[in-house]
């Protein structure tokens, strides 16, 4: 048998996955210099056997390794170590030493990380959905393998109506519902129902990334500055906005609710002009915490100018490539004139399991046990922040997964930003995600708290008020 | 225990599935008036129940009459019989007689379909899928579940890579892979890469889809004539086109395989100008049975000018829905500028079964089986089609799925169409292929014959024999 060039030691009772183990073995193997630049790896098939691991498992960590620039895939060759200036952190001579302070110090840079959009999956019910799985392919005959419809299966879209209208208040019929692979797939597809040249409207701050999405539509997009209730519909009224994207439930990233006053303005500005559009983005509003929630902005549009967009990445999974839109009538006609013949992005294996998952009331389950999660979470931190008021005002803490921090003392969010990553916490600066400079505004912070343990929160709050207090 | 509206009597011996004896049933009982509009029917969940089949089954056959209007979902309500004027087609006095003809007539108009896009699922091997499926759901933690690369996992587009080399001769990295949910999602996102008012060339006749998609990417769109050997390239170079899209080993769904001279000039007039592509759609490359299989033009392209397409639903099964795009690094650059941030539209979890699935090799065996069975099909029908040949002009059948018969006898591909349906034969006309109409063509029917079984094709063979011979 060929010896491996390296010496991987899989510990099964370890708190981190074999893919983890064998991932950061290589990768220090490679930092400490045990294997050289354009050194040849192990096929996977053959580290897999003599680690006796699944393939999959070799294939993730080597796939994590070559996205993180260590190795390289050379097709039909396999995976060599990249030739990287500078990559030998660690001088192997004085190997023990460095190496422990070279840990430390990456580990450092990324221990508490208040990422506003990380999920916690800890409790996800992975037993649940490989049941539902193989019951399904049990069952599975030809048509669960065929194409299904192109908005998606029936059975599903009346499930997700239901829910919809029960959880959001939304109203809709199931043939108003539109399944796809993702939330940004899904805007691809409004575009296409939308038309070209059109006027976007975004609230300021906003998500990024649909910006980018309307952005690559080459769609005109006027940035509206916000007040405590959100989108202001009067600066809304002075530009020629066809389209408005908001997010009324909480909004990312103020984290502010819109009361129903200015949702009714919305509502009216909408349904004054022929063709005006708002797009409401309900991107988790499955989470809150505090005072009455309210229904979608959809629920309160009569004039049928809403078009609601959610998702089962955040609720679920993001590897649930499954978002919905709901599109009102006028859209409607025009999506199966225009669009009807795109096929579905989803297969209906997929679109099975998850219509059985929220059926059985797994969904359900599992949604309640999330909130009381993130519950706990929020007040834990929110708890922990209580020091920081005198200097902070914190804010948007009623739903959602992040707070967010607005510094009373003029500092600015980079020296703020920076000595938290100096004590090894990560915070998101309110100014990358803000369209048009605001020279005057006082420093914000977002903290995420999903993905974090109730101990990283604790600690990460310390290390943040050594770094700010 | 309530009372079912509806007798439904399931035959676990019959050839059909439970979800289409279910359907069956009730469409029957509709048609014949034992159930009437605005009747309620069972609650899904009821009458799987009842019948002691899945709630999914249930589902189905429900969503199938829902899509065919038989019924209609009111949501929080329930399914109920449509009101629909003229449904009644059997006068339930009468029953017996009319239904027994009504069924006759019904069937006969569908019976032998020679769908040019339809495939055979018959020896999908739907256990080994299963078998993989349940393996990696075994394994599988919270990275499986987690969002992947925004181009698609690295060891799928590995194996893809390796595959496409090996079968196709396509030069490529793995980096150059972008992985998608159907070969729609993909043109929608190359629309992103090539940017806006993109003139597009497309032989004519060609896959209609594609030209709905850049017609609603409001691409300008050029039809060139082709000839024996293809597209035209005389007539490309009098378009000022940037782009052209082929189908250079079957074209379809003429069926004409581009000889080597015709590829490299049409390789040279992309490489004649900055900015030109051709987006090579290799959509049923896998099936080829007469002469030596040319490789891609991919392979022939020195000066990365080719956008290679492709997808698993043909050769493996629609609800797989996964296609790639190999993209030359001058539009890979583009991509990851431009649109790297568009989450992956494909699950982890599918790519990870796909990757399995071909790297253990059931991809190779099955597609060498559906290759025997597709030339075995081919052969029986061109050995069929033999008494033909004075009447008609029979081509394209050195690959894919379908062949081309072209009337010497001066009749109209209506007339043809129309006499096949009299006798119960579906075939289709070239006219629904063409772009630019072509008064003085002769008549051309295409035949698919993927999904017919041998005896279906020997009898509607026979059928076409009585209606145009």
Known sequence: MKELPIHIQLQPESDKTLYEQIYESIREEIRRGGLLQNEKLPSARFLAEDLQ????????????????????????????????????????????????????????????DFSPTAIDMHF?????????????????????????????????????????????????EPEQIIIGAGNDYLLLLLEKILGRHVHVAMEDPTYVKAYRIFQSCAYPVTFIPMDENGISVECLRRTDAQVAYVMPSHQYPTGISMPIGRRMELLKWAAEKEGRYLIEDDYDSEFRYKGKPLP?????????????????????????????????????????????????????????ILNEFIQDGYFER???????????????????????????????????????????????????????????????????????????????????YASLSPEEICEGVDLLKKAWL
């Open 53 to 112: 691991v699944s393939r999959t498992t070799v294939d993730m960590a080597y796939g994590q390794l070559v996205s993180e620039g260590y190795l390289e895939a050379r097709p039909r060759q396999g995976y060599f170590v990249c030739a990287v200036e500078g990559l030998y952190v660690i001088d192997p001579l004085k190997q023990g030493e460095k190496h422990e302070s070279a840990q430390k110090s990456s580990r450092k840079a990324e221990q508490y």
């Open 124 to 172: 996800f019910p992975y037993a649940t959905w490989k049941k539902i799985t193989k019951n399904i392919l049990v069952d599975a005959n030809s048509d669960m393998f065929s194409l299904g419809e192109p908005q998606g299966d029936l059975a599903l879209r009346t499930t997700i109506c239901r829910y919809l209208h029960g959880a959001r208040g939304v109203n809709c």
């Open 366 to 448: 599992y949604l309640n046990k999330m909130r009381k999660c993130y519950r706990m979470k929020h007040d834990l931190l929110m708890g922990e922040l209580k020091g920081f008021k005198k200097t902070f005002r914190i804010s948007g803490s009623n739903a959602g997964l992040h707070v967010l921090l607005t510094d009373r003392m003029g500092r600015s969010e980079e020296e703020l930003a920076q000595a938290a990553q100096e004590t090894g916490v990560k915070v998101y600066r309110m100014r990358d995600f803000r369209m048009e400079e605001k020279k005057e505004a006082a420093a914000m912070l977002i903290l995420g």
């Open 296 to 352: 979608s902005l959809q629920a309160s549009d009569s004039n049928g100018n809403v078009v609601y967009i959610g998702t089962f990445s955040k609720a679920i999974a993001p590897a649930i490539r499954i978002s919905y839109m709901v599109l009102p009538y006028s859209l409607l006609t025009r999506y199966r004139q225009e669009c009807g013949f795109y096929s579905s992005t989803v297969s209906r294996i997929d679109q099975t």
